[in-house]
């Protein structure tokens, strides 16, 4: 029999920008990101460039009738959503882009590519100035600090000095100038700028702060924000929202970036998609220690709250990407039982810990609270990695939460080249029942480091 055809209708975004043939950056970037986002992504090459992680060898720009003829392709065929601009590379390929997007009926953000991670610059002062005329047909333009300055000749190095150069964008024609943070020198939080227009005229700003990541890996990150904020618009929603989901999005794709090639590496412009997928199977692997804690009937190490096992999806970064037991594992006339099945979401308390845990060891995946007494205590010395503790009565009043405070304290102390903790020590403290936490890697290295407890007091 014939199947049924069952077509799938996504909105279509363009990208208008250079080619990376290291995949990092450029309309490679572009075209993952938009696909993630369930966007089918369109592409108009600018430029030919031979380049890796290491750096760009050689750049082609192509003749402006190449880059008209790919626009008028995609243009006489898909209804575009949205669209975005990278490396536009020189002056006559600017303006024939400005005159396009004028006649675009869909939102459209400029990534202007005018200054090189070298800062060195990337463009002639004609091509600069040529901006000006795409800049005034932008829905939202997204510079760096050092494209913001050479745009409008204010150097963002502080919060104030960004909304300045924000305003001036806007003066210039842009809906919206989001001024990107990232090479802002501050402390561990980078904050990106949004200035655009009330109803009544009046400028509005609002600031998007993430943490700071230390890392190298950062080509491509602009591509991937702007595009990222592209298809957020083709799906129709508002540009503030746009700009905050596009931000996370960039987030996680930079802290877990690819290893790839000689250099720092390439951003992970499919991370949000991979920890999506992950999640049935780290469903899967609680489910499964659940399983062999009640065969094994680990009721001497159940605490009084309960016990809960939770993973963590290779890529979580909340805890509605963590699963664990709903309603914990208790203590029954016959051994333990779970309370109900596993869902995601389903721990508070042993959930942050393990997130916290994760920004020192982000290979960890799995930790389980596990009851606290002279015995258990002891028993830890059995374990196949280093134990550490932290002290409740230390926490200050800002702390805004003890488990990733706890977490932070006991992981932070501990050399970054020595082997990851098998266990945290919770003393506890008035009205807070001691714990002893347990991680792993794996499903597999939590059940084998509980059952070594176990057999240890047995």
Known sequence: ????????????????????????????????????????????????TAQ????????????????????????????????????????????????????????TVVDPVMVATS????????????YEALIAEATLVTPNADEAAVLTGIEPTDRETAREAGEALVAMGADAALVKGGHIDGDDAVTDTLVDTLPDGEPRVRTFAHPRIDTEATHGSGCTLSSAIAAHLAHGETLGYA??????????????????????????????????????????????????????????????VGMNVVGATAYAEAVGETAAVEGRITRTFSGVAPN????????????????????????LRFAVNCR??????????????PVTEY?????????????????????GAVDPDDPTPAAVLDR????????????????????ERVFTLLDAVE
């Open 1 to 48: 029999m014939t199947r049924r055809r069952a077509p799938v209708s996504p909105p279509v975004a363009l990208t208008i920008a250079g080619s990376d043939s290291g995949g990092g950056a450029g309309v490679q970037a572009d075209l993952k990101t938009m696909e993630a986002h369930g966007v089918f992504g369109t592409s108009v090459v600018t430029a030919v």
């Open 119 to 130: 800062g060195d610059r990337l463009l002639d002062a004609d091509a600069e100035a040529a």
């Open 372 to 385: 606290f007494d002279d015995e258990t205590e002891a028993a830890t010395t059995e374990l196949d990695g």
């Open 243 to 304: 700009v905050e989901a596009g931000t996370a999005f960039m987030e996680r794709a930079v802290r877990y970036s690819l290893d790839v090639g000689q250099g720092p590496g390439a951003v992970h412009h499919l991370a949000a998609l991979r920890e999506a997928a992950d999640r049935h199977r780290t469903m899967t692997d609680v489910a499964e220690v659940v399983s062999a804690f009640v065969d094994r009937d680990v009721s001497r190490l159940v605490p009084e």
């Open 340 to 363: 109900r099945g596993v869902r995601l979401g389903a721990s508070s308390h042993v959930a942050r810990f393990l997130l916290a845990a994760r920004e020192f060891d982000p290979d």
């Open 391 to 411: 002290d409740r009565d230390a926490e200050p009043a800002d702390a805004n939460g003890t488990m990733g405070w706890g977490a932070r304290q006991a992981f």
């Open 428 to 447: 506890g403290a008035v009205g807070k029942e001691a714990i002893i936490k347990v991680v792993g890697k794996t499903p597999e290295e939590l059940g």
């Open 52 to 107: 890796n992680t290491v750096g760009v060898d050689r750049s082609h720009v192509l003749p402006v009738d190449e880059i008209e003829a790919q626009y008028r392709a995609v243009d006489d065929d898909f209804d575009l959503g949205a669209a975005k601009t990278g490396m536009l590379a020189a002056e006559p390929v600017i303006e024939v882009v400005a005159d396009r997007v004028a006649a675009l009926d869909a939102p």
